[in-house]
């Protein structure tokens, strides 16, 4: 079945340095993405959002990349702090009529060394 | 706000048990969710609501029934508890059903069954 997916399980970055993290999706009808940070034992956080309108969304250290053509979602993290260790999940809306859920890919582990 | 509340945050239980696990937003969301999470993986829909007296079936609900007699609380109950449903269970509530409006999420409640 359709599903949203990433590249990488683990991504290791060195403190200072910038985050890429990836994700695919496969559902076209897709217009909505999320990106969520979880930390160990806690439930998933916001970070950012990006409708299918656009293909930049900007916050703070952070920004989402969509790009439509490949169905490929991205998150960037600038200047990576210890503090932004976790599991990051992207989450697309894929406007079924069923109340539009969301639906989650596997998460990628940013380990950030100091 | 408390946001989304969860109890208890851990618990045992043994084959064939039942127990309920509580579910409590103070935002005044209409929507709100069960998913539960295995090791390792994302998350996946159990039930969701969209309202007071109405639930719905979501990715996995077998082994699983809810309730949503008020807006606050949306309990999920395991009425013959299997090991296969060892996992961490999170709540979370959003205004609308998660088109461009984000689901918060409760801290999780950690089940195992043996």
Same mark, same amino acid.
């Given at each position: 079945? &359709?599903?949203?997916?990433?590249?990488?399980?683990?991504?290791?970055?060195?403190?200072?340095?910038?985050?890429? !993290?990836?994700?695919?999706?496969?559902?076209?009808?897709?217009?909505?993405?999320?990106?969520?940070?979880?930390?160990?034992?806690?439930?998933?956080? @916001?970070?950012?959002?990006?409708?299918?309108?656009?293909?930049?969304? $900007?916050?703070?250290?952070?920004?989402? #990349? #969509?790009?439509? =053509?490949?169905?490929?979602?991205?998150?960037?993290?600038?200047?990576? $702090?210890?503090?932004?260790?976790?599991?990051?999940?992207?989450? &697309?809306? =894929?406007?079924?009529?069923?109340?539009?859920?969301?639906?989650?890919?596997?998460?990628?582990?940013?380990?950030?060394?100091? | 706000?408390?946001?989304? /509340?969860?109890?208890?945050? @851990?618990? !045992? #239980?043994? !084959?064939?048990?039942?127990? =309920?696990? $509580?579910?409590?937003?103070?935002?005044?969301?209409?929507?709100?969710?069960?998913?539960?999470?295995?090791?390792?993986?994302? #998350?996946?829909?159990?039930?969701?609501?969209?309202?007071?007296?109405? /639930?719905?079936?979501?990715?996995?609900?077998?082994?699983?029934?809810?309730?949503?007699?008020?807006? &606050?609380?949306?309990?999920?109950?395991?009425?013959?508890?299997?090991?296969?449903?060892?996992?961490?269970? @999170?709540?979370?509530?959003?205004?609308?059903?998660?088109? &461009?409006?984000?689901?918060? @999420?409760?801290?999780?409640?950690?089940?195992?069954?043996?």
């Amino acid at each position: 079945g &359709e599903s949203v997916g990433l590249h990488l399980p683990t991504l290791s970055v060195q403190e200072g340095d910038n985050s890429i !993290i990836n994700c695919a999706y496969s559902n076209s009808a897709s217009d909505y993405f999320i990106w969520y940070k979880q930390e160990s034992g806690k439930g998933p956080q @916001f970070i950012i959002d990006i409708r299918s309108n656009m293909d930049k969304r $900007q916050g703070q250290r952070v920004t989402v #990349l #969509l790009n439509k =053509t490949v169905k490929h979602l991205s998150l960037q993290i600038a200047a990576t $702090q210890p503090g932004d260790s976790a599991v990051y999940f992207c989450a &697309e809306n =894929t406007g079924s009529n069923a109340g539009n859920m969301l639906t989650f890919g596997g998460g990628t582990r940013l380990m950030v060394k100091p | 706000n408390a946001g989304v /509340t969860q109890t208890p945050k @851990f618990r !045992i #239980l043994k !084959i064939g048990q039942s127990m =309920t696990l $509580q579910c409590t937003q103070d935002m005044n969301h209409n929507y709100m969710y069960w998913y539960r999470q295995d090791p390792g993986m994302g #998350l996946k829909l159990i039930y969701y609501s969209v309202g007071a007296g109405i /639930t719905d079936k979501g990715e996995v609900p077998n082994g699983y029934n809810v309730s949503r007699s008020t807006t &606050e609380d949306f309990p999920l109950r395991l009425e013959l508890a299997a090991p296969s449903q060892t996992s961490v269970y @999170f709540c979370a509530s959003s205004w609308t059903s998660g088109r &461009e409006e984000t689901q918060y @999420f409760g801290p999780g409640t950690r089940l195992l069954v043996l």
